[in-house]
């Protein structure tokens, strides 16, 4: 980003219950997962290798995760951690992690069969989340995505009846320019809010609230602030669209060698801004 490398890591403490091995959503049919993130085709043909499974068919594994994030080797504040059920639970399986005091629980996606009913079942008790899949499975899911917002740290436990497989990461959101290629490739990293609320205590249905969306951040230019994976260069500085667009351009300026052109400012104010200031308007 920028010119620097984005670098996250993220380190798995003491294993209790057993030993993990790597798993690849899509290695059994229900999965929910690879539908929703992976890399290469659908179904078992999925290359994302995004899970972490326990060894040993039927055992409850135990581990504490950290994670943290490096711009250019510099830390740079992660928005948080996600947590997944990468292969589709069933019955009394379930995956489950508890964040510390100040962080909060959010589901932020969620995948099933079109048609079917079955659901997960949410449980947050104090800061422990816990989704449970149920007795009948769908062709597809369902599965969820909970986010551990501000949470740089994890316990976390899963429970197979056979395989059981968890997916873990950190979520950052990156906003890139489109100003032409001469410009370079500049990027931000920014923090937004979320609609809604977060996870209720006791249990909840996944497919039966509301799931958590971001807002916009409360710093930026322009009216909008998307999210994207690499910059947009264009002669115009227009292929991230106008709703990012900090200010109108002027219109086709005459200049003459040794001259100057200023180009006006706005003069924009937030509820309790002094008005002797003046800043680049939206």
């Given at each position: 980003?920028?010119?620097?490398?984005?670098?996250?890591?993220?380190?798995?403490?003491?294993?209790?219950?057993?030993?993990?091995?790597?798993?690849?959503?899509?290695?059994?049919?229900?999965?929910?997962?690879d539908?929703?993130?992976?890399?290469?085709?659908?179904?078992?043909?999925?290359?994302?290798?995004?899970?972490?499974?326990?060894?040993?068919?039927?055992?409850?594994?135990?581990?504490?995760?950290?994670?943290?994030?490096?711009?250019?080797?510099?830390?740079?504040?992660?928005?948080?951690?996600?947590?997944?059920?990468?292969?589709?639970?069933?019955?009394?399986?379930?995956?489950?992690?508890?964040?510390?005091?100040?962080?909060?629980?959010?589901?932020?996606?969620?995948?099933?069969?079109?048609?079917?009913?079955?659901?997960?079942?949410?449980?947050?008790t104090?800061?422990?989340?816990?989704?449970?899949?149920?007795?009948?499975?769908?062709?597809?899911?369902?599965?969820?995505?909970?986010?551990?917002?501000?949470?740089?740290?994890?316990?976390?436990?899963?429970?197979?009846?056979?395989?059981?497989?968890?997916?873990?990461?950190?979520?950052?959101?990156?906003?890139?320019?489109?100003?032409?290629?001469?410009?370079?490739?500049?990027?931000?990293?920014?923090?937004?809010?979320?609609?809604?609320?977060?996870?209720?205590?006791?249990?909840?249905?996944?497919?039966?609230?509301?799931?958590?969306?971001?807002?916009?951040?409360?710093?930026?230019?322009?009216a909008?602030?998307?999210?994207?994976?690499?910059?947009?260069?264009?002669?115009?500085?227009?292929?991230?669209?106008?709703?990012?667009?900090?200010?109108?351009p002027?219109?086709?300026?005459a200049?003459?060698?040794?001259?100057?052109?200023?180009?006006?400012?706005?003069?924009?104010?937030?509820?309790g801004?002094?008005?002797?200031?003046?800043?680049?308007?939206?």
């Amino acid at each position: 980003m920028a010119g620097g490398t984005l670098r996250t890591t993220c380190t798995i403490g003491a294993v209790s219950g057993g030993d993990l091995i790597a798993y690849r959503p899509g290695n059994w049919g229900g999965d929910a997962l690879d539908d929703l993130y992976r890399i290469g085709e659908p179904g078992n043909l999925n290359q994302l290798i995004s899970g972490l499974a326990n060894a040993v068919d039927g055992t409850t594994i135990s581990f504490p995760l950290s994670c943290s994030a490096t711009l250019g080797g510099a830390p740079v504040p992660l928005a948080g951690l996600v947590m997944a059920d990468a292969e589709q639970s069933g019955g009394d399986e379930y995956v489950e992690a508890t964040i510390p005091a100040g962080a909060q629980w959010r589901m932020i996606d969620r995948l099933r069969t079109d048609g079917c009913i079955s659901d997960t079942t949410v449980t947050r008790t104090g800061q422990t989340l816990r989704l449970t899949g149920p007795a009948a499975v769908c062709p597809t899911g369902p599965a969820g995505v909970a986010f551990m917002e501000d949470a740089t740290s994890a316990e976390v436990t899963l429970q197979g009846g056979g395989v059981s497989a968890i997916a873990l990461g950190v979520m950052l959101f990156n906003d890139f320019g489109d100003a032409p290629e001469t410009y370079g490739a500049a990027g931000a990293l920014y923090s937004p809010g979320f609609t809604g609320g977060p996870v209720p205590q006791g249990d909840s249905s996944l497919f039966g609230s509301t799931l958590n969306t971001p807002t916009q951040p409360a710093t930026r230019l322009g009216a909008t602030v998307d999210s994207e994976g690499a910059h947009q260069p264009s002669a115009a500085a227009d292929a991230d669209g106008s709703d990012e667009n900090a200010i109108t351009p002027p219109a086709r300026i005459a200049g003459r060698p040794g001259t100057t052109y200023t180009l006006p400012r706005r003069r924009v104010h937030r509820p309790g801004e002094r008005r002797g200031l003046d800043r680049l308007g939206r």
